[in-house]
């Protein structure tokens, strides 16, 4: 009995070092002195040090995080509003059509998102001039293009969740429909709208496909970057900067969690006093 | 609670004194009615939420609208708020057509089932949001959010946020924010739905003492009967999209019109028949399932042969060991079964036709022996005057 009973446990961690230990290996020789990556050679900052003293990679950086807080922020707006049309205003015709289209990008290969964007990004130039040539405005429409349907799903499946008679009761108290919609469900979505924001830009960060069809000359993605370096050879700066990536992911992570957990916790507090409180009176 | 709460939170007649509902009914008889149904039918693609609907709501009234799931009453009810425009009638709150008004132009507010808290704002935030969208001076709308807290007695708890409230707590900032604004009418949507039975009960009588307090009319949609004849003053039984009786408790438990508002507004024993004797001082009926002929004591509006049926109420059937010596209003059967309830008990009784009547009695004395107990056979019996006669 006694070991049947260990056996998941066994399978648990097996399944989690599938997962972790390639990560946690490479954090590890990020502290590597030595040039080869795969040999030991003593621990050492010194990969670290050379990755912020290289320029084209921290240029990259720059350029990956401007576009991903820009096309996050416009996916965010656009996804919501669009949303919005397909969860409050009733049916209307092609109201089905426009659900599967808006949904289409998440399944359609990122090869053919990138082509298509890059063939209508050439002929608009050729047409009225504009995008001239391509660059960081031409990744960060099409970096929007595909988080807004993100931003849509995460958006509409809080708006069904949320109940529409809150906003009545705003209206019913005098607010008209803008300012119901500004004041009362506005925030009410805030949550979908933090957490679309989130997956649009990291979604954005991480996008190399689409990013290499319509980047120009001078507008390199961090992946970009990683990506043609790893071709002629992995150097232990790349663990470093991996491992600083990982390291940020993780943090944010812990101080969403234990923000939440706050939260939770002096909810489910202030609700046992109240119901108390109720009992005594 | 303090009077200047009270004087304060009385848009309408005066507050009536405490305990005086059925002199209160007589004297609304003739106030002003607030709201006024014309003709009204809405209709969403093929189906009929209401159906005809014509209804006058008086003024200082606590008034309910009864019935089933799907009966159309809260249909009726979004109408008066404004959230669904009627496909047909009018409209009319305070002798002005408001068919076409949108919900933040009209004079009424909404409780709803949910209670529709903004969560992101606090208890005091909640109850000021309608007179904020007034623009009301600021010192006016924090002495106003006090009187309506204190109303509802929810003072200590204005900075929480909804979320940290108990759910007749929520239930109550609810009803304090719908009243904030005095509306002309306020409408509530099974106020009492989500509270748990005995906290439902409580809450009836409390709201009940607010509506008194304030004098504002009240117009409650629910399905149960037992809330409707607690609260109301007239009662409306809605069923399929139309009103088919509207009417004190009182008049629709002993006076129902349908064989539909008898069943529904309390237990019934139900017995199809057919009219025998039309005289104007007495009919007589005779039913399949009852062995004698019912005889009721006035005449009915219907021909001789016409299919009536009678509704006995359980309460007033009487049953015993002896034999009625008279010729009609009595039936005899075999006890089935008895349902003990404590101050009530309930006696099946299989007649010998096979039908079923349903017999309550007081238990009035501790120390009574039941002297009637499983497969007795005994008597049923009736007066005249407890007969209820409907046609349809």
């Not at chain 1, 996050?72 to 599967?100: C, E, Q």
């Not at chain 2, 299919?307 to 005899?332: C, G, M």
Request: proline share 5%; aromatic share 8%; glycine share 8%.
């Amino acid at each position: 009995m006694k070991r049947a009973s260990r056996f998941p446990y066994v399978m648990l961690a097996i399944g989690f070092a599938f997962l972790y230990v390639p990560i946690l290996l490479l954090m590890i020789f990020s502290f590597n002195e030595s040039r080869l990556v795969t040999v030991w050679g003593g621990f050492s900052l010194k990969w670290y040090a050379e990755l912020f003293r290289n320029e084209q990679m921290l240029d990259a950086a720059l350029v990956s995080l401007r576009i991903a807080v820009t096309s996050a922020t416009i996916a965010t707006v656009l996804g919501t509003l669009s949303a919005l049309m397909m969860g409050r205003f009733g049916r209307f015709r092609g109201r089905l059509l426009f659900t599967g289209m808006i949904t289409a990008p998440l399944v359609m290969p990122e090869v053919i998102t990138g082509l298509s964007l890059l063939l209508m990004f050439v002929s608009l130039e050729g047409l009225i001039g504009w995008p001239q040539g391509r660059g960081v405005d031409t990744i960060t429409i099409a970096h929007t293009t595909f988080c807004m349907a993100y931003v849509n799903i995460v958006v509409q499946s809080r708006l069904v969740g949320l109940d529409r008679s809150v906003e009545e009761a705003a209206m019913d108290l005098g607010a008209r429909p803008l300012k119901a919609f500004l004041v009362i469900t506005l925030p009410m979505l805030a949550p979908a709208l933090v957490s679309g924001w989130l997956l649009s830009f990291t979604l954005s960060l991480d996008d190399l496909v689409i990013a290499s069809f319509v980047a120009g000359p001078a507008s390199s993605t961090l992946p970009m970057v990683v990506f043609s370096s790893v071709r002629m050879g992995v150097t232990p700066e790349i663990n470093a900067l991996a491992t600083l990536l990982v390291l940020v992911a993780t943090v944010t992570i812990l101080i969403a969690a234990a923000v939440l957990w706050r939260q939770e916790r002096e909810r489910d507090r202030a609700v046992a006093r109240a119901v108390d409180a109720e009992r005594r009176a | 609670m303090t009077d200047a709460v009270l004087q304060a939170g009385a848009p309408g007649p005066a507050a009536r004194p405490e305990g005086s509902r059925p002199g209160a009914v007589l004297r609304r008889a003739e106030a002003r009615p607030i709201i006024e149904i014309d003709d009204v039918v809405k209709t969403f693609g093929e189906f009929v939420a209401v159906d005809h609907v014509s209804l006058t709501i008086r003024e200082g009234e606590l008034f309910a609208l009864l019935g089933g799931s799907g009966c159309g009453k809260t249909t009726l009810l979004r109408m008066l708020a404004g959230f669904e425009r009627p496909t047909a009638g009018r409209i009319l709150i305070g002798g002005q057509d408001m068919t076409h008004v949108a919900p933040y132009d009209r004079p009424v507010n909404m409780m709803f089932q949910s209670y529709a808290l903004f969560p992101h704002m606090s208890v005091e935030a909640n109850v000021a949001f309608g007179l904020r969208q007034d623009g009301l001076p600021k010192a006016e709308i924090r002495d106003r959010v006090r009187q309506m807290l204190d109303l509802v007695q929810l003072a200590p708890f204005a900075k929480r946020k909804p979320h940290h409230l108990s759910g007749g707590q929520r239930q109550r900032v609810a009803l304090a924010r719908s009243l904030a604004k005095h509306p002309k009418v306020l409408l509530l949507d099974e106020p009492l739905a989500a509270l748990d039975k005995k906290l439902r009960e409580q809450t009836q009588l409390e709201l009940v003492g607010i509506q008194e307090r304030v004098g504002t009319t009240f117009v409650v949609v629910t399905h149960d009967q037992e809330e409707a004849m607690t609260m109301a003053d007239r009662v409306a039984i809605m069923d399929s999209g139309r009103i088919i009786q509207v009417d004190t408790p009182h008049a629709l438990y002993e006076y129902p019109n349908t064989r539909f508002v008898a069943e529904f507004f309390g237990t019934v024993n139900m017995f199809q028949g057919d009219l025998i004797e039309d005289e104007p001082d007495h009919i007589l009926i005779r039913s399949d399932a009852l062995a004698n002929p019912v005889y009721v004591g006035h005449g009915i509006s219907a021909r001789e042969g016409a299919t009536v049926w009678v509704a006995l109420r359980p309460e007033k059937l009487a049953i015993s060991r002896t034999r009625p010596d008279r010729a009609h209003n009595w039936d005899q059967g075999i006890i089935e079964d008895i349902v003990y309830l404590g101050g009530i008990s309930t006696y099946h009784v299989r007649l010998d036709s096979g039908a079923l009547a349903r017999v309550t009695t007081q238990n009035l004395e501790r120390m009574a022996e039941p002297d009637i107990t499983w497969d007795d056979r005994v008597f049923v019996s009736w007066r005249h005057d407890n007969v209820v006669v409907v046609t349809g």
